[in-house]
Nanobody, 118 residues
């Protein structure tokens, strides 16, 4: 079973930065993409950013984070990062890492809390 371990969450003031890390292990099939999603209580989980693991590593971002967040990958380490700059109180959420293999199977991490104070 794929294991995803997230780290890097915490409390930061508005305008500050955090870097999230997601390390994948026990991967049994080729990975198609990895990404970050977030969820606040009472709302659906939403996409933050994704990156294709193969090739040039195309990325996709939610409009709300474009220009502030950057997703990157280290294929040798099966790790993705989310650099979050200029954080806003509305970025407060639990951030989840997701891995999708080439067969469409998704795996999720346990989540890491990000809290941005105003």
């Amino acid at each position: 079973q794929v294991q995803l371990v997230e780290s890097g969450g915490g409390l930061v003031q508005a305008g500050g930065s955090l870097r999230l890390t997601c390390a994948a292990s026990r991967i049994s099939s080729r990975v198609n993409d990895m990404g970050w999603y977030r969820q606040v209580p009472g709302k659906q989980r939403e996409l933050v950013a994704t990156v294709i693991i193969s090739g040039a590593g195309s990325t996709n971002y939610a409009d709300s984070v474009k220009g502030r967040f950057t997703i990157s990958r280290d294929n040798a380490k099966n790790t993705v990062y989310l650099q979050m700059n200029d954080l806003k109180p509305e970025d407060t959420a639990v951030y989840y890492c997701r891995l999708q293999d080439i067969w469409g199977q998704s795996y999720w991490g346990q989540g890491t809390q990000v809290t941005v104070s105003s």
